[in-house]
């Protein structure tokens, strides 16, 4: 095999700050929910971060927009000072914002780095990203604004027409799979799944290849989920944000993050693990002790919330707990790989997918070659397989990982 000479693995499925990738609509839920659980609790604390975003959630500049909107609302209330919960994103975001508007602000963040699932690893010298990679809805993305400003050199990924190395069907019309797939999703009730649909039409697939319904659905939605189908909402499972204009960001998304968190007062290593809110403010408790503030903004994700990660005192209203119990978030784990040798073929997508062993085990994979010239791959993994790859030291997973996509360009089919 390609001797492999740099590797790095992430975890989000067993972080206990992120507790999963990216959040996503259960099968009671709708995109109300998030709105719901984004909205402010009295006066003194309110929700942010991804989640909470109704169109752009899952992604950096969702997080990035509801940190801004939760810091003007706290702003404009007149509260002089103001806690915020975690230093992704939207927590950085947030407190920039309320910084700009003459607001004393101070972020509590339980990791010993800001970023939040915008981290990566450096391999020889230059930054891949092992969380967030791409600059999605690019044209209309307020960090590929930020990115432009600072200069930073971006690559394209072309989602809709990647190399697909092995499992590809023969005459697979995308297009149509998903136009249909689309119709009959938004045909189904509330309370049904993806799986519940896919399963009906699989049973009666008429003209459509069965196989070719799988191998869109374990690449459109297992891969952008990372959630078991018979768990994501049919109607608004399937959310949009991949292939619309992506680029990724050389030397990686640390570059955004270092400057966000320029000038912004970030204690490191303060989890948080208590929020108390009262008639006169707000207090944070945590180990290393506590914070007293006129307002407080949350950003911490939905799966830290769902795991009661923080005692909120009075408890979270009705209404946000509703919304949290129909959210949920899912599974995708990245890995970083750089070989001696490169051994894969030049693509101008630049992305390769590859399907198999068997149905919903899906890897894609993005030559990150141009980053600085060496061969460089990030493997992007979801589907029931993860439990078995993701097992052992991590110099046990890179090299099965490595082992997938070897066979996968030695033997394309
Ligand atoms: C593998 C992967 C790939 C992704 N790919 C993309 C992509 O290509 N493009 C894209 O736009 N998005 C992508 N995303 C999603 C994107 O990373 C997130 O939507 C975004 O970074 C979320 O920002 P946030 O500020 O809302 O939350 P987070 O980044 O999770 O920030 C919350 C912060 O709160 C902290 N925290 C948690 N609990 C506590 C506590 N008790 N006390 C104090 N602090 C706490 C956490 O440590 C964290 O720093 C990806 C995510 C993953 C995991």
Redesign the pocket.
């Known amino acids: 095999m390609t001797t492999l000479t740099g590797y790095a693995v ?1 975890h ?1 499925g067993d972080d ?3 507790r ?4 996503l609509i259960g099968r009671d839920g709708t995109p109300d929910d998030r709105s719901a659980l984004g909205a402010p609790i009295g006066t003194r604390l309110r929700l ?4 909470t975003h109704p169109a752009r ?7 990035y927009e ?2 801004v909107a939760a810091a003007v609302w706290a702003a404009g209330l007149g509260h002089a000072r103001v806690g915020v ?8 975001a947030a407190a920039r914002a309320l910084s700009a508007r003459g607001v004393d602000v101070q972020v ?4 010993d780095r ?5 981290t990566g690893a450096e391999i020889g010298g230059t930054g891949f ?8 809805q690019y044209d209309e993305n307020v960090l590929a604004r930020l990115a432009e400003k600072l200069s930073l050199r971006t690559v394209p990924t072309d989602f809709h027409d990647p190399l697909v190395l092995t499992g590809a069907v023969p005459g697979f019309a995308p297009d149509a799979i998903e136009a249909e797939l689309r119709a009959r999703l938004q045909a189904a009730p509330v309370g049904s799944s993806i799986a519940d649909v896919l399963d009906e039409w699989l049973r009666d697939p008429g003209p459509w290849d069965p196989r070719a319904i799988r191998r869109f659905v374990d690449a459109e939605i297992v891969m952008d989920s990372g959630a078991p189908l018979s768990w994501l909402s049919a109607r608004y499972g399937f959310e949009p ?1 991949v292939g619309e204009g ?1 680029r ?1 960001i050389v030397g990686g998304y640390r570059l955004l993050v270092d400057h966000l968190a320029e000038g912004v007062d970030v204690r490191l290593g ?4 208590r929020i108390l809110t009262d008639a006169g403010g707000v207090t944070l408790l ?1 180990e290393t002790g506590s914070l007293r503030a006129d307002a407080v903004i949350v ?3 939905v799966g ?1 919330l769902a795991a009661d ?2 005692e909120f005192d009075p408890p979270l209203p009705a209404t946000h707990r509703t919304a949290l119990s129909h959210l949920g978030m899912g599974r ?3 890995v970083i790989l750089r070989f001696g040798t490169r051994f894969w073929p030049s693509h101008p997508a630049g992305y390769f997918r590859v399907h198999g062993p068997a149905d919903t085990c899906i890897s894609e994979w993005l030559d990150a070659t141009p980053a600085d010239g060496r061969p460089t791959l990030v493997g ?1 993994f979801a589907g029931d397989w993860l439990d078995d790859l993701w097992a052992g030291p991590d110099a046990t997973i890179a090299a099965r990982a490595a082992a997938v996509i070897t066979r996968a360009v030695a033997t394309p089919a």
């Open positions: 992430s989000w206990p700050w992120a999963g990738s990216w959040s942010a971060g991804e989640a959630a899952g992604m950096t500049h969702g997080a509801q940190g919960v975690g230093a992704g994103i939207a927590g950085l509590w963040e339980a990791r800001p970023g939040g699932r915008t990203d092992l969380g967030a990679n791409w600059l999605q944000g992506d990724w303060h989890p948080v693990s945590g950003t911490v994700p830290v990660g923080i995708v784990e990245k992007l």
